[in-house]
Structures are given as C-alpha cells and as structure tokens.
C-alpha cells in the first residue's frame, strides 16, 4: 500500500469565522496539500494555504489534528491540520485547484462542509478555539 501525506489548516479570523474553501473538484474542505521533500508539517500547511488562497497565516496553539483515509485503491493519506488565524486578509483564489470559497461562522461552515471528517474536524478545532479566545 502507498502511503501520502499531506498537510493544511482550519483558519479563523477576528471574527472567528471560518475558511473553507470550494475545491475544483466539487467538495468544499480547508485548504491543504501534499508535503514536499525536506518540508515541516507546518512549513507544508503555511506554503499550501498560501498557493490556495494567497493568505498568510500564524499556527495557533499546539493543536494538531490528523484523518487518514483512502483516496484511491492501493493508497492510504493521512492529512495533517493546523489550527490557524489569518495575518493577511487578501483571499485570492488558485483558480486550477480552487473554484471558491467563503468565510462561515462554525455552524454555517459545518452545514458546507462536504465530509464527515472535516466537519468532525471543525468541532475539535472549535473546543480549541474556544479555550485560546
């Protein structure tokens, strides 16, 4: 079995709204994507969230939240998430991978998410949230 690996991040801003983001694929989720040679795991979420969305953004906390799942036969992805507040505010989209995106406050976010595993993400990241505000 194959093994990948990926890595992004569940944004918030002052508002404590929340980033998700329309892949080109058709599923809404976080902005993330696979590690590159001689990457951190946060290195990865920052460069990723940056090339989706043009924001820049400060990890809070140490919270890590990590889904393994299979996205083809013969491969298993973890997907390693970062809680995380916007320091630019400047969303431009990467037009190739990302169709659109929005801002949601958390129940609005967990009703667009399209996995069960984001949005069970978002519930953790909410608990932590709370405990850093």
Not at 38 to 49: C, F, G, S
Not at 119 to 133: C, R, S, V
Request: charged share 35%; hydrophobic share 35%; net charge negative.
């Amino acid at each position: 079995m194959n093994k990948e690996k990926s890595c992004g991040a569940i944004i918030f801003n002052e508002k404590n709204e929340f980033l998700v983001i329309k892949h080109n694929a058709g599923h809404w989720d976080f902005p993330k994507g696979h590690v590159e040679e001689n990457e951190t795991e946060i290195e990865t979420a920052k460069r990723e969230v940056k090339e989706e969305t043009n924001l820049d953004i400060e990890i809070v906390g140490n919270y890590r939240y990590k889904i393994t799942y299979s996205p083809k036969e013969g491969v298993m992805k973890d997907v390693i998430f970062f809680l995380a507040r916007n320091t630019s505010n400047d969303v431009k989209i990467q037009e190739k991978e990302v169709s659109d995106y929005g801002w949601y406050n958390f129940s609005d976010a967990l009703d667009i998410l399209t996995f069960d595993m984001a949005k069970n993400l978002l519930k953790k990241a909410y608990k932590d949230l709370k405990k850093e505000i």
